[in-house]
Structure formats: C-alpha cells, structure tokens
C-alpha cells in the first residue's frame, strides 16, 4: 500500500520549460510534505516544503500547489535548467515519520 | 551552520559479515536522528529514528539495528549481512519544525 504516490517516473522537458511533477497521498494524518532534489550518488536535499494549512509555496523557480481537499499536490519548476536534471520526491510527515514516494526523474535537454 | 558526516564513504562486504555505519551532525544540539535505506534506483525506506540519547525507535525490521551512543552520533549495525542490505544508508537530522536533512550517505555493496 502506497501512501504516497508520484504519477510519473520521469518526466522529460525543454530547457526553459515549466516542469510538473505530481504526488498525491492517502493518509489524512498528513500535514507537512517537503520535496527532496537528489542527484546521482548523493544524500537528498530539501527543495521546498509546505504545510497541510497553506494551499501554496514559492521559492524562486520552485512552487507547491497543494489541495487538501484532493489529497494532492504539485512541483512546479519554472524555467528548468539542464541543472535541474535530478530525480525528485514527493515526501508526507506526519510526527517523526517521513513517507517518500517513488521519485520522478526530469530530464531537461538543452 | 549544521554539518552531518557519515562514514564510511563505500563498503563492500561479504555476506554474513558483521557491519557499523556512522554518522555525526556537528552544530546542531539534541538533534532527532534517522537511519534510511534506499535500494538503487529506488525510493527511500526510513529504518530508525532517535529522539534522545540512548533511545531508538524501530520502524521496519531489517535485520539491523541502531544506536545512539552520543548526542551527536547515531551508529547503524547488524552482525551478520544478508545479500539485500546492500543499497545506500543514508542519515539525516531533524529540526523542530518536521523538517530532515540528509547526510552524503554510505554506499553499501554485500556480496
């Protein structure tokens, strides 16, 4: 049982392109979801975060919509770079326990 | 700022062989401290966490064990690897708001 779910495992985009990534969760317990960036090789970084009390969180090129109501949420990268190429997870918190989705893969060609 | 160092960098080791993975956060005090196990490819499984010194928390069994012998240190061990502990073990720390940060992580090859 998945509780939390990313709808695609990769996802390829033109340089300068606003990519989507999508994660929706079950549990309604639920109320922080950070977005990990992870390259090859190396630990997890925290991207962006938002609580279950907000519907959206921006940072730079990063942005976090999120429906409670639905259950889901949404990465948007505005203007990829090459650089952005990475795999990204969707994580849900609820007290010390961090759930991680599968990961998508973007790809961003130049 | 808060560092976190984990060693060693890359193991191979033979199955059944015994093993101890480190981890240290510096500039960070009382610190939550988790253990996660990611295979290649995949998606991260959290093992352990730790609240305090001396206590550890179980969350999946995976023929592992942790420790916190320190404030600043959480220790990962089994004595006897199986073939699918091999992945990468990766340490983070928790701050107060729910937030984990993760350390470089350990890869880890059992053959």
């Known amino acids: 049982q998945q509780q939390v779910r990313q709808s695609s495992q990769s996802l390829t985009v033109w340089e300068g392109e606003t990519a989507i990534l999508n994660c929706s969760y079950e549990n309604s317990a639920f109320d922080y979801f950070p977005w990990y960036q992870q390259f090859p090789g190396e630990g997890p970084a925290l991207l962006i975060a938002i609580r279950s009390v907000s519907d959206k969180k921006e940072d730079g090129r990063f942005t976090i919509f999120f429906n409670k109501r639905e259950k889901n949420l949404s990465l948007h990268i505005k203007d990829s770079q090459p650089g952005d190429s990475a795999t990204y997870f969707c994580?849900?918190?609820?007290?010390?326990?961090?759930?991680f989705g599968i990961g998508t893969r973007v790809l961003v060609r130049p | 700022a808060q560092t976190i160092h984990q060693w060693p960098v890359a193991e191979i080791k033979a199955v059944g062989s015994p093993l101890s993975l480190g981890c240290t956060i510096k500039g960070k005090s009382s610190p939550n401290l988790y253990w996660y196990w990611q295979a290649t490819g995949g998606t991260l499984q959290q093992l352990f966490y730790s609240i305090t010194v001396g206590q550890v928390e179980s969350v999946v069994q995976l023929n592992l064990s942790a420790s916190r012998p320190k404030d600043d240190q959480f220790i990962l061990s089994t004595e006897k690897l199986l073939l699918s502990h091999s992945g990468f073990y990766l340490c983070?720390?928790?701050?107060?708001?729910?937030?984990?940060?993760f350390g470089p992580g350990t890869r880890l090859l059992v053959l």
């Open positions: 983070a720390w928790g701050d107060s708001q729910d937030t984990q940060y």
């Open positions: 994580a849900a918190s609820a007290g010390n326990k961090l759930t």
